[in-house]
């Protein structure tokens, strides 16, 4: 049972650069989430996904971009990296419906990035 | 717009001794509550989640309530052991942003001494 998977685990990029982390979970969720986690900062909301083809902005989306091109994949765009976005990225999903559904939410490992 | 605490932001203790940690959160219009681990370096691994109609969730030696009415969560830990050790996030879910959205808390970082 993969659950969320994240990859990589850890990536140096130089200012500009570009690059895409990756998230897919196999529980069939519909809602899935980007997240990143600075010291003393908290989880900070970048993007959010209701379902395949609908994403949404959450609190921090400059500098990102997503796709959801299918119910198992999530991946986040970094466009011209910059040192602010030096930061562990989470990836996390959730079944979320009407009635008595939980909705909990399963976080990936994390992707731990560094901006040079 | 909601937020949440959490106290005390970090706790020591000695191995074997019962322990609670503090989940607080200024609106009561919440869809769950969920209590969450973080050991260095790792993900986020959920613990509990209480859905708004119950008023605790139990595992192992884990136990959460829900109090709504006055905004409060709390985690018992029993017979704690050194690897209780790790951070432990709260998170509410807004009712008026239904799936939208969790609020974290900032944490407690855990300690428990041999």
């Keep these: 049972n993969a659950g969320v998977t994240q990859t990589p685990k850890f990536r140096i990029l130089k200012i500009g650069q570009s690059m895409t982390l990756q998230c897919t979970q196999d529980m069939n969720h519909n809602y899935m989430y980007w997240y990143r986690q600075d010291p003393g900062m908290g989880l900070k909301l970048i993007y959010y996904s209701v379902g395949a083809g609908i994403t949404d902005k959450g609190e921090v989306p400059n500098g990102y971009n997503v796709s959801r091109s299918t119910t198992e994949d999530f991946p986040l765009r970094l466009e011209l990296a910059a040192p602010s976005q030096t930061s562990v990225y989470f990836c996390a999903s959730s079944y979320t419906s009407g009635g008595a559904h939980t909705g909990e939410l399963f976080f990936g490992e994390g992707s731990r990035l560094t901006v040079l | ?114």
Aim: charged share 15%; with cysteine; proline share 6%.
């Design chain 2, 1 to 114: 717009k909601q937020e949440v605490t959490q106290i005390p932001a970090a706790l020591s203790v000695p191995e074997g001794e019962n322990l609670v940690l503090n989940c607080s959160f200024t609106d009561s219009a919440i869809y769950n509550l969920q209590w969450f681990r973080q050991d260095p370096g790792k993900g986020l691994t959920s613990l509990l989640l209480i859905q708004s109609s119950q008023r605790e969730q139990t595992s192992g030696r884990l136990n959460a309530s829900l109090d709504k009415s006055s905004g409060r969560s709390t985690l018992y830990i029993a017979a704690s052991q050194p690897g209780d050790s790790a951070t432990y996030l709260c998170a509410v879910r807004p009712w008026d942003n239904y799936g939208q959205n969790f609020v974290f808390g900032p944490g407690t970082r855990l300690s428990v001494l041999p």
